[in-house]
């Protein structure tokens, strides 16, 4: 009997305990220390990630067979800000991508002119952080010889993507990379998807493709690329739109 | 596991008759059944996977729908947890392969603390954090990804080392032998008894194997599959199970394997003394079961 009692004993304190645990776990990430250890673990996995594949290692290109029929877009879709409605109402011709930042010579480039330059073109895998996967085919300059030609300083480790849509009307979306993930052989800035004009909802004129990120951390609707020492006085000072909002800064994984 | 003790006995056991004799006689026969790093490693086992279900169930939510492939054909997953509107409410639709199942209230549509059904994979209850949160769901997820890993592999290194694996798990040719009979046995519930108890029996030892060598290792490698940054050096693997999509799905099915597993552990552990093994898992000490307790009992 004393045996059964504290077996019901327990087990009551054990689906209390279960229930407290789960809102424990809640309370525990709000909590900035707790919540402050449990986002570390972003710069060791980005650690052992870089150190697992070689800086130049390529993602998987794929045959144009593999290209999805629709490429999902996902995010920003249709951005609304006046000043984009309007550079969108005359198909870009008056759109500039502005290059500066700590460089030694800022400069400006039309799409006409981003489109005359030498330009890769790829069948890659768009992995989103929901989930999914998409294959399309992007082309583009790549961004290492836009930042070779800026001549990036010596002090210089992030790229800072400024882009034209502010998605939840709250602060514009932004992005930012490593360098060394910019100088990437496959990194582009993509004007094509699959041979024709990047539709608006996949981020016209003008997005980049560090592809062996995942889907956030190719911001889409650029208007300007920054090189910086410090992402800390960017918005919200973790590096991208998302990651001010919780989101891990390497999206790698 | 070991049957003579190898440190010394505790109080308790020290009153009761001699613990090397495994007589009918003996009121309580005591083994040192399992030592500290195997119990260590198990509660940190325990809570990493308690944490990497709920938070690995609150990023699936993100996208409830798996699929077979490199990417996902979106009219066709061969996993979709849907909502549906109806007349009155929200309907939870559980797709799997051709057969579609009214899972309302549980998957596809659970309630919120607002007491109304939202369109949701997997119900608050089961995922980490409660609310829809990717981004901290992440969190909990590669964090304890990383103990996971880090406590699995001292695990396998340990059990190499110290021959746990080849003593204690490794089933012999004549266990092999005997599938058929401990099989029966486990569904009549007649559990070991004497000697025998103080060994793991034939399927509990193939079932720790699969956990132990197949879905732990599998999960880890799946998970890493579906690392963009990794495909490079991955690629190889990715394509060998069918595509980063198929991974994800290896992934999820290695889950539910786990939660197989710990299901019947769990059932086990309850119907074969709940005491004596959760103690066993502890203190290490294990009372023997021994065939007439009944009658040896005053």
């Known amino acids: ?253 | 596991m070991s049957d003579v003790p190898e440190t010394p006995a505790p109080p308790e056991s020290a009153a009761v008759p001699v613990v090397e004799t495994p007589v009918a006689a003996a009121r309580r026969w005591v083994i040192y059944r399992r030592r500290l790093p195997v119990r260590l490693m198990h509660w940190i086992n325990v809570l990493c996977l308690v944490v990497l279900l709920g938070s690995g169930l609150q990023i699936f939510n993100a996208h409830p729908a798996l699929y077979w492939g490199d990417q996902s054909n979106f009219n066709d997953p061969w996993v979709k947890l849907g909502a549906r509107p109806s007349a009155q409410s929200l309907r939870g639709e559980t797709r799997i392969g051709g057969a579609r199942f009214d899972t309302t209230g549980v998957l596809g549509t659970s309630r919120e603390a607002d007491g109304k059904l939202h369109a949701r994979g997997f119900p608050s209850w089961a995922t980490i954090p409660a609310l829809k949160n990717l981004a901290i769901g992440r969190d909990w997820h590669f964090t304890f990804a990383w103990i996971f890993l880090v406590n699995g592999t001292l695990y396998l290194l340990w059990s190499f080392a110290s021959r746990h694996f080849s003593r204690d798990l490794l089933p012999d040719r004549a266990e092999l032998r005997s599938i058929g009979r401990s099989f029966v046995q486990h569904l009549r519930f007649r559990h070991p008894k004497g000697e025998e108890a103080t060994r793991y029996n034939v399927l509990q030892k193939l079932a720790y194997l699969v956990a132990i060598l197949v879905l732990g290792p599998g999960i880890v490698l799946m998970g890493l599959a579906m690392s963009p940054y990794l495909g490079p050096s991955l690629d190889w693997m990715v394509q060998a199970v069918g595509g980063r999509q198929s991974a994800r799905t290896w992934h999820f099915l290695a889950a539910l394997g786990l939660v197989l597993f710990a299901l019947v552990h769990v059932f086990e552990v309850l119907v074969t003394g709940f005491w004596n093994n959760l103690r066993s898992m502890i203190t290490g000490r294990y009372v023997v079961p021994v065939e007439e307790v009944g009658h040896a009992q005053p």
Not at chain 1, 125 to 134: K, L, Q
Not at chain 1, 213 to 235: P, Q, T
């Open chain 1, 1 to 253: 009997m004393r045996s059964r009692d504290r077996r019901s004993f327990l087990a009551r304190a054990g689906a209390v305990g279960g229930a407290a645990w789960l809102a424990g776990c809640d309370r525990l990430a709000t909590k900035s220390g707790f919540a402050g250890w449990l986002g570390s673990s972003d710069g060791l996995t980005e650690r052992v990630q870089r150190s697992l594949t070689a800086r130049d290692a390529l993602a998987h290109e794929y045959d144009e067979s593999a290209i999805a029929s629709s490429f999902r877009a996902n995010g920003s879709i249709n951005p609304q800000a006046p000043e984009y409605l309007t550079l969108r109402a005359n198909d870009f011709r008056d759109w500039r991508l502005a290059i500066g930042g700590m460089v030694r010579a800022p400069f400006s480039l039309s799409l006409d002119e981003l489109r005359a330059l030498p330009a890769r073109t790829q069948i890659t895998r768009h992995d989103c952080v929901e989930g999914w996967s998409a294959i399309g085919k992007w082309t583009g300059p790549l961004l290492g010889s836009i930042l070779e030609r800026a001549g990036v300083e010596s002090a210089a480790r992030f790229v800072v993507f400024r882009c034209m849509d502010n998605l939840g009307g709250v602060g514009m979306y932004y992005e930012s990379i490593a360098l060394e993930d910019a100088y990437h052989p496959q990194t582009i800035l993509a004007y094509n998807l699959n041979d024709k004009a990047l539709p608006v909802a996949n981020g016209a004129p003008l997005r980049v493709r560090p592809e062996r990120m995942l889907g956030y951390k190719m911001a889409k609707y650029l208007s300007g690329i920054e090189v910086v020492d410090s992402l800390a006085g960017i918005e919200g000072g973790k590096g991208g739109y998302w990651e001010d909002r919780g989101y891990q800064w390497f999206g790698g994984i």
